[in-house]
Nanobody, 127 residues
Framework: QVQLVESGGGSVQAGGSLRLSCVVS????????MGWFRQAPGKEREGVAV???????IYADSVKDRFTISQDNAKSTYYLQMNSLKSEDTAMYYC?????????????????????WGRGTQVTVSS
């Protein structure tokens, strides 16, 4: 049974940092493309960062130069290091595995292209 379990969320002051983790299990082969998404109350889910695409590592413009996605294959874990956090980063953060190989930047940031999802971890940034 495929499982994605996020952790590391919490409350932080603006300008602070958090590192999210996503432990993946149950796959017979490692998903090629993995991503982090977020959803704020009343807003649609949006792509934040995706690793393992044919276009390289992808970041949303809103988080570029502040967030870093990485992976530790030995631990089957994906990370999202978030620095210089802003109040607008407040959301539920989800990790997800893509349906196949993600090719373009646009496809990378589209939730519809991801098939398996964790339950999320809440990030709250106060100003």
């Amino acid at each position: 049974q495929v499982q994605l379990v996020e952790s590391g969320g919490g409350s932080v002051q603006a300008g602070g940092s958090l590192r999210l983790s996503c432990v993946v299990s149950g796959y017979t082969s490692t998903p090629y493309s993995m991503g982090w998404f977020r959803q704020a109350p009343g807003k649609e889910r949006e792509g934040v960062a995706v690793i393992g695409t044919r276009s390289g590592t992808i970041y949303a413009d809103s988080v570029k130069d502040r967030f870093t996605i990485s992976q530790d294959n030995a631990k089957s874990t994906y990370y999202l290091q978030m620095n210089s956090l802003k109040s607008e980063d407040t959301a539920m953060y989800y990790c997800a595995a893509a349906r196949g190989v993600i090719i373009t930047r646009t496809a990378a940031l589209a939730p519809a292209n991801f098939r398996d999802w964790g339950r999320g971890t809440q990030v709250t940034v106060s100003s």
